[in-house]
């Protein structure tokens, strides 16, 4: 059985290992250009792969730059005459 794959335009892609981004569909080609390249290319559609998925568990979870951290909601959190710890 083969997987459905839709693509949308400037998604990464993989075209027989090198890093891409697809561009759009034309006249059943799928049109990419490769990273570091500056002309488009036209390959079959089925040639084209999804990079892997970027693992959740490889990358610490941060907290955005404006968002509270933990110690800091504490300490709000305390009545003014207790030091935070």
Known sequence: M???V???PD???????RRATF????RGEAIIRYWGGSHAVSVPPQAL???PAKSAASRPHLAA??????????????PPDQ???
């Open 23 to 26: 561009l759009h569909m034309s």
């Open 2 to 4: 083969s997987s459905v």
């Open 6 to 8: 839709v693509l949308s």
């Open 49 to 51: 792969s999804l990079p």
């Open 65 to 78: 730059h404006d968002e509270p951290i933990a110690r800091e909601l504490a300490a709000r959190d305390l």
């Open 83 to 85: 030091p935070a710890a």
């Open 11 to 17: 998604q990464p892609v993989l075209h027989r290992g």
